[in-house]
């Protein structure tokens, strides 16, 4: 080759070399911002369709439609609001109990803006990535209270509960509130998701009743088959919910999403084996909610603990929801129609108190952030305080927006409605199959 022609070509690969691919904005990092955006549509996925199609196999066959509106409607509604007004009151501001006003309707975001807990994103894919998860705890509490609820109501509910509860337990958490200056360790939502929805869904389920002939009439689910896919579609939504949560593509991330899949195959063996022991057979459907219920308990430890506890996280969260699911619940006689308190609030309670067990210097960076295997025992009493404050803010919070709900429209359906089935009886649809 040419002595020139060599030149050139050195010259080309050094400029190739020395300039990156895609120019960053400001400090916003190419790879975290392309990582984040799948873990949006991941999360996004955790509602539609994965929560719409898992709770619809679930429950009956006239009722099935009813449940994937409330997912649907939850999209729509929570995600409209949390543009307006919700992000803002989250995650703007420094206030000890709520935000400003300083980002209604994204106002003053732009190219490069950021955020200080996700500065290598744009703050934008901040507000759409938080926004997820917003939805996907309002659309969980329809699980308690399904086959009876008025859709209205729900809308309403939503509506209220939104800005009542999830909103300032958000800013509290994640926003800079006086949770977050105590210290509390709360990954991907342990409290701001999972006890807000398993409170309000038990609050919802004991103020509207058990459902007609319940413990007394066959309410089987109609086709477990749509339960399992919807649980492989929330199993790997959960990857982005939990590993998404490091706001990068880091070491964090990697070590949240093993925990998580650790973590759920622990649940459904240890709910599996028990069940088996206990019932004489393992049923497909605690197969799943065991699965669940380990999602669910390492969501709040997912980025703060090694591998072997996720694990161990998981054994707990599948014997411990199936002992409440399939005795306790029984003993209190309550209708929380597909388990949302025994999985989810259950799981997110117990899960968020052991991150004060099981966090590991290790994983956080910060000797201060470690837990009881540590020998360190301040993080194990504000983990457990957080989550009796948010557990007893989200109670009063729900009790209120139900109330409110109850002003736009009759929380729950007639006799006459509920015994046709809310796919007729409030959408006016149902299904052939």
Known sequence: MPKRSTSLLGAMMSCCLAAPAHAAEGGIDPADTGFVIVATALVLMMTLPALALFYAGMVRKKSLLAVMAQSVAATAVVSILWFALGYSLAFSGDGAAIGDFARVFARGIGLTTTVSAAPTIPELLFLVYQMTFAVITCALVGGAVADRMNFSAFVAFCVVWLFLVYVPTAHWVWGGGFLAKWGLLDFAGGTV???????????????????????????????????????????????????????????????????????ACAGAVAWTILEWWHRGRPSVLGMISGAIAGLGMITPASGYVEPWAGLTIGLVGGLLCYWFCSWLKVKLAYDDSLDVFGVHGVGGLVGTVLVGVFASSAVTGDPAQAGLIEGRLHLLGVQAAGVAIVALWCAGGTYLALKAASLVAPLRVDRDQEREGLDLAIHGETIHA
Do not use: C, K, Q
């Open 193 to 263: 998701v999972h006890v807000n929805a398993g409170i309000a869904g038990l609050v919802a389920a004991l103020m509207l009743g058990n459902r007609m002939g319940y413990g007394r009439e066959n309410l089987a689910p109609y086709d477990l088959s749509m339960a399992v896919v919807g649980t492989g579609l929330l199993w790997v939504g959960w990857f982005g919910f939990n590993g998404g949560s490091a706001l990068s593509a880091s070491s964090r991330a990697v070590f949240a999403v093993v925990a998580t899949h650790l973590s």
